[in-house]
Each structure stands twice: as structure tokens, then as C-alpha cells.
């Protein structure tokens, strides 16, 4: 036998999941012999804090509440029969819904169906969805989707150009859980106004995802929206795809959304198992706290050797960094938690950042995504007896081996094929690791107070232009320094005020300086 001591190794360190076509890879992970030994009580701790959160443990003490996406796919570990229910009714609404509008029973008004589907959310409430599209859907979907998930004009207007005379066939789903979001609101005004403009009725063209009882849950009752889904306080934005957040899309899309959950499911069901060396996520976690010395030392560089998954290094951004970008520990000291996530996909980002990966900084590990399965039917030769499939696996085996060659760790997850049922098993793998990963490090990944603090500053700033905007209207002429003493505030901050009115107001100018303090702004009524 074999004593190649990468090939022992790899036998040693690889878990398989046979039925579900899955493995792990850690081999090219770099721990200390007794690492797994010194970590044990803490692995088992995590399994216990898993369980618990599983069991509808207050996982949010911000919002006194629980985190529930492990029922979303498995009701039956609901903690009561009526939010096993209500996980069923939900799903079996979004279902007849879409049938519905497939079969043109649920119309808009001009038109003998709906053809396109705008997506209006941000954050967890978009990344989802558009993971779901960009993995999952073919090219003639029963629904062309489109997304307003920002709050930027110019990206709200190169949408409605591509959706073009379409927008009379377009079904309007807005997601947010309070209603009060305010890109999200923002993309929704939008939306009504584009309707308006094409003499449209928009409440007719309207689908709310949102809270019960919340701001939009109640403007879309008021207005006569076609239809309101409810968006449980248990699910949060990060967590959701498998919530109506991302079933609703997903369904009037076509998904096969019985095999999503059943994988997310199976992967759950897998990951639950005590042998810490045949559970998958939290071998991950375990790897992800060696790799960064437990104190996010290495940033996370996700590869994906396939197309339809270039898009989930932007969704792990969020569920990794929202989850485990923490201040405080449990105990309340001061610990600067996180792990930085970044990538695109193989093998193209081989002819971007792999140069400074194997040659550069040694400040990351790389997590490679490897489907099995190249293409659906017969493939050209490229080459004699070779394929550009060939290729691609050529690429990630010859990328993993080289930055090993030069010492930089990293991880390969194996998928046979890709379709709802895997990408359901990744999501839930991740979604599982970053769960143990928080108990291994002692932090809560189920609350996210820095994005409540930029919002609140965001607010402030927007409480600024207005003030600086009826300064100026009733001052003729300001400095930044002047408006700022005027109105007590930072002369820099007020200056962004006014720089941004000279390019986004028809009555604001300005006469620049050798500096901005000496840029002179006024308003001209003409």
C-alpha cells in the first residue's frame, strides 16, 4: 500500500456522505497532531449548543427570540404544533400561488400572465433568491426574474431598461420583514412610480413577503396588493432562502423546491451526529478555528468550480461575516470575531488573485467547490480524448496542488452533480458550520448589532442633508465650515451634504477652491 503521505492523509481526513454524493476534504488543512483532542470539549459543547438552538432555545437576545431555519426544512422540530403548521401552510401557499400564476389564474390586468418577476429586497432578502436563480434556473423559466436590491438610481433604471415594455407582464414581490427598510422601501416607491408612469396599477402587479401586523404587511392589505405572505420573527435575513423569503421566488420560478429542502434536510440530519470526525460541518468549523487560530487570522477565499455558484461567495459573505463579525464574546469581553470572505470562481480567478495566493501574503485558506458532474450530455473534444470539463478539474486539482506546494492551506467540498437537492445540502452545511464555528469561539452568530449601528448613523446623515438643504436655500452662498458652525455640526460630514446637492439637486452649485473648505455652494432658485 500506498505510504504517499498526502494520499494517507486524504483517506484519513475525507468524509463521505455516499447517499448524498458528498465529501469533505481537510487533508490539506494544517493542525497540530492533538488539535482535535484539545478541542473536544469545545466540539461538544457546540453540538450541545446546536441541539438547544434546535430545540427553540432564545438564540437572539436583541429581540428575544428564537433562530428556527432547521425547522423550515424539517417541521417536525418545531418546538410547538403551531409553528409546524405554519411552516406547512406557508409552504403549500407558495406552491398553489405559483401554480396559479403559471396557469394564468392570478393575471394582472393587460396582460394573460405574468412573464417577468422583480424581486424587490436587500440583504439576505435578495442574496438568496438570486443565489436560487443564478444556480438553479434554465434559461426558459416559467418567470424572467429581476431584482432591485439597492437603493441606487442608476442600477433601479438599467432594470426597468431590461424588463423594458415587459413591465405590464411583471409580478413586484417586495420582502422585508418590518417594512420599514428602507432600501428596500425605497426600491418599492420606485417600482409604483415605473408602473404609474406606464399607467399601470401597481397594487395589481404586488406581492408582499413581510411581517404580520408590519408597516408593509399593512399598506398591502389597505391597497388590495394581490397577495401577503408571512415572514416569521424567528427566521432571520441571512437564514431565509428556505423561508417564503426564498420559497415564494423560487417556486413561481420553477424550482423543485421539495428537493431543496429535502437536501438541506439530509446535510442537517448528517451534521447532527456526535462522531466530531464524521460530522461534516463541524469538521468545517473546526477547520475554519485551525486555520485562523480560533480568532479569524485567515480570511476564508471561496472558489467554486462551476458557473451557476459564482455567486456564493457573495451569499457566504453575508452568512459568514453577519454571523461571526462580533465585538464581544458571550462573556462580554472585547474579542473582534470574523472571518473575511471573498471569491469568485475557478478557474477564471486563477488568472486574477491565485498569483498573489501561492506567491503573496499567507493570509487566508481556500475553500474549493468541485461538481462532479461537468455537463448534462456528451461533451466535444477539445482536445484529442479531452473535454473542457477535463479542463476545468485539470484547473482545480493543478490550483489546490500548487498552493499547497507553497504551504497555503485549504479545504474541497465535492457535490456529484448540481441541482436543488445539493444546493440545499451546501447552504445547510455552511449555515451549520457557522453555527458551530460561534460556539467554538464563545459568540452569539444570531444577532448583528454593527448593521443596526450603521443604519442609525445612516439616519443621521440623512437627518443632516435636510437641515443642510433648508440652510442653503435660505443662505444664498455657504462654506462647509460656516453651514457646519450654523447648524453645529461636522464641518466634513455637512460638506458630503452639500457635494452630493450639487450633483443630485437642479438648484444647487458650486464654485470650487483650492481646497474643500474654500468650495463655495449656492442655491439658484432658476
Given at each position: 500500500m500506498s505510504?504517499?503521505?498526502?494520499?494517507?492523509?486524504?483517506?484519513?481526513?475525507?468524509?463521505?456522505?455516499p447517499e448524498l454524493g458528498f465529501s469533505l476534504d481537510t487533508s490539506r488543512m494544517s493542525w497540530a497532531e492533538d488539535f482535535l483532542e484539545q478541542m473536544r470539549p469545545a466540539a461538544e459543547g457546540a453540538l450541545g449548543a446546536m441541539k438547544d438552538l434546535e430545540q427553540g432555545a432564545i438564540a437572539n437576545p436583541?429581540?428575544?427570540?428564537?433562530?428556527?431555519?432547521?425547522?423550515?426544512?424539517?417541521?417536525?422540530?418545531?418546538?410547538?404544533?403551531?409553528?409546524?403548521?405554519?411552516?406547512?401552510?406557508?409552504?403549500?401557499?407558495?406552491?398553489?400561488?405559483?401554480?396559479?400564476?403559471?396557469?394564468?389564474?392570478?393575471?394582472?390586468?393587460?396582460?394573460?400572465r405574468f412573464r417577468n418577476l422583480l424581486l424587490v429586497g436587500i440583504g439576505g432578502s435578495a442574496l438568496g433568491p438570486q443565489l436560487v436563480v443564478d444556480a438553479l434556473v434554465g434559461i426558459d423559466p416559467p418567470v424572467r426574474t429581476y431584482f432591485f436590491d439597492n437603493t441606487d438610481?442608476?442600477?433601479?433604471?438599467?432594470?426597468?431598461?431590461q424588463i423594458g415594455d415587459g413591465l405590464g407582464e411583471t409580478l413586484t414581490v417586495v420582502v422585508s420583514k418590518s417594512g420599514g427598510t428602507k432600501e428596500t422601501r425605497n426600491g418599492m416607491l420606485e417600482a409604483a412610480a415605473a408602473y404609474g408612469a406606464a399607467g399601470l396599477e401597481f397594487a395589481a402587479h404586488a406581492v408582499a413577503v413581510t411581517g404580520p401586523g408590519s408597516q408593509l404587511d399593512r399598506m398591502a392589505e389597505a391597497q388590495g396588493w394581490i397577495?401577503?405572505?408571512?415572514?416569521?420573527?424567528?427566521?432571520?435575513?441571512?437564514?431565509?432562502?428556505?423561508?417564503?423569503?426564498?420559497?415564494?421566488?423560487?417556486?413561481?420560478?420553477?424550482?423543485?423546491?421539495?428537493?431543496?429542502?429535502?437536501?438541506?434536510?439530509?446535510?442537517?440530519?448528517?451534521?447532527?451526529?456526535?462522531d466530531i470526525e464524521a460530522n461534516a460541518a463541524l469538521m468545517l468549523a473546526l477547520a475554519w478555528h485551525a486555520a485562523g487560530d480560533g480568532r479569524g487570522a485567515r480570511d476564508m477565499v471561496v472558489l467554486p468550480y462551476k458557473d451557476r455558484l459564482v455567486l456564493l461567495s457573495k451569499y457566504l459573505q453575508q452568512l459568514v461575516m453577519e454571523s461571526l463579525g462580533k465585538e464581544h464574546d458571550l462573556d462580554g469581553?472585547?474579542?473582534?470575531?470574523?472571518?473575511?470572505?471573498?471569491?469568485?470562481?475557478?478557474?477564471?480567478?486563477?488568472?486574477?488573485?491565485?498569483q498573489q495566493l501561492r506567491d503573496g501574503i499567507d493570509n487566508f485558506f481556500a475553500t474549493f467547490i468541485e461538481v462532479l458532474t461537468?455537463?448534462?450530455?456528451?461533451?466535444?473534444?477539445?482536445?484529442?480524448?479531452?473535454?473542457s470539463g477535463d479542463y476545468l478539474q485539470g484547473f482545480l486539482r493543478g490550483t489546490r496542488e500548487a498552493l499547497s506546494q507553497s504551504g497555503r492551506q485549504s479545504v474541497t467540498i465535492t457535490v456529484e452533480q448540481l441541482g436543488a437537492r445539493e444546493l440545499g445540502m451546501l447552504i445547510a452545511l455552511f449555515e451549520r458550520a457557522v453555527g458551530f464555528y460561534a460556539s467554538l469561539v464563545r459568540i452569539n452568530a444570531y444577532h448583528q448589532p454593527g448593521v443596526e449601528a450603521g443604519k442609525k448613523a445612516a439616519e443621521e446623515f440623512l437627518r443632516l442633508l435636510d437641515q443642510v438643504h433648508e440652510h442653503l436655500k435660505t443662505?444664498?452662498?455657504?462654506?462647509?465650515?460656516?453651514?457646519?458652525?450654523?447648524?453645529?455640526?461636522?464641518?466634513?460630514?455637512v460638506y458630503h451634504c452639500l457635494n452630493h446637492m450639487t450633483f443630485n439637486h437642479p438648484s444647487v452649485a458650486v464654485r470650487r477652491g483650492r481646497n474643500p473648505a474654500a468650495d463655495v455652494f449656492h442655491w439658484s432658485a432658476d
Open positions: 505510504t504517499h503521505p498526502h494520499w494517507t492523509n486524504y483517506q484519513q481526513r475525507l468524509i463521505r456522505y436583541d429581540e428575544d427570540r428564537m433562530v428556527g431555519h432547521y425547522w423550515l426544512r424539517n417541521p417536525s422540530l418545531a418546538p410547538t404544533a403551531e409553528l409546524k403548521e405554519s411552516i406547512e401552510t406557508d409552504l403549500a401557499a407558495a406552491k398553489e400561488f405559483a401554480a396559479a400564476v403559471h396557469a394564468g389564474e392570478v393575471a394582472p390586468p393587460t396582460a394573460k438610481p442608476d442600477g433601479i433604471d438599467r432594470v426597468l431598461a397577495k401577503r405572505f408571512p415572514m416569521a420573527d424567528w427566521v432571520g435575513g441571512r437564514t431565509s432562502v428556505m423561508s417564503t423569503v426564498g420559497l415564494v421566488p423560487a417556486t413561481l420560478q420553477g424550482v423543485d423546491v421539495d428537493a431543496f429542502l429535502a437536501g438541506a434536510a439530509a446535510m442537517d440530519e448528517r451534521t447532527r451526529g456526535t469581553n472585547r474579542v473582534h470575531q470574523g472571518i473575511a470572505v471573498y471569491g469568485n470562481k475557478g478557474s477564471t480567478d486563477q488568472h486574477a488573485y491565485v461537468a455537463r448534462e450530455g456528451e461533451s466535444i473534444e477539445v482536445d484529442p480524448g479531452t473535454g443662505g444664498g452662498e455657504v462654506v462647509a465650515d460656516q453651514a457646519a458652525a450654523a447648524l453645529e455640526a461636522d464641518p466634513e460630514a
